[in-house]
C-alpha cells in the first residue's frame, strides 16, 4: 500500500487554479523532496495533503486512507511541521511538546522527541519561552513537534531553512534513518537543492501547479556520481 495517494487534485482561490491536476505515489520509506520556483504551488500542496485547506477536486490518500471521507484516520498516520509564527509564544518549549505529546494520545513527551531535541540542540531552551527563541530555533521545534510520535508520512515545508550547518546535518541524518530503518516517507519541499541531492532519493519538480518532471533513485545516483551534473543544473535544464 503506498504511503500516499494522491489523484487528480485540482485547487484554486478566486478562481485561479494553483495546484492544476497532481498525481502523485509514495511508497514506504521514500524520502522525495518537492522542488520548483517560487510560487509553484508546493506549500498549497504540502497544506491540501495536511488537510490544512480542501482541494477543488480529487483524491489524497495517506495510508490507504481517504483524507476527505476518513480525515482522523488519515490525519493518524500524518506528521507536518508546524510554521515558526504560529508557535505560542507563552509555552516553554517543553509545555508545547507535552501540548502536541497530550494531542497524540502520548502520557509524556517521548524519549525519541527528547533525543532529537539534543541532536538538534534544543535541550538547553526546552525550559525557555517559545517568544524568547530565536526564529532558527523556533524552526526546530516546529519540526520536532511534525516528528512526535513517528508518524508514518512526514509533510515538511522547507525544514532546512535558518538551521545552522551541524544542526542542519543532524535534521538530515535522522530523517535519512527513519527512512531507513522505520519504513517512514518523508515529503519535503525545499530550495537547498545542494543539500537535498545528497540524500533524498526522489526528487519531483513542480512548475505553474503541475509535476513536471520526476527523478528517481537511480536517476539522482547518476546525477551524483557525475562531476559536472546536479539536480540544481537539472532543474534549470528541465524549466528552459
Ligand atoms: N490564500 C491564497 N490566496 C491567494 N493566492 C494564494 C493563496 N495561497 C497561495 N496562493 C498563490 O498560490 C501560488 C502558489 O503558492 P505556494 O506558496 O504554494 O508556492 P510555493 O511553491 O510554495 O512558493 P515558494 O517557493 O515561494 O514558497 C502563488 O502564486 C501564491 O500567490
Redesign the pocket.
Known sequence: MNALHIESLHYG??G?P?LRGIDLSLAPGEFAALI?????????LLHCIAGVVSPDSGYIRIGGADLQSEPLQAKRGLGLSIDPSRLPPVLSVRECLKLFADARGLPAIPPSTLALCEALALTPVLDRWLGQCSLGTRQKVGIALGLLGEPSLLVLDEPLNGLDPPSAYALKEHLRHLCGEHGTTVLL?T?SLDIAERFINRAML?VDGRLHRDWSRQQLDAIRAHPDRSLEREMVEAMA
Open positions: 482561490v478566486d485561479q494553483i520548483g520556483p517560487n510560487g509553484a504551488g508546493k506549500t498549497t519541499a530550495h513542480m
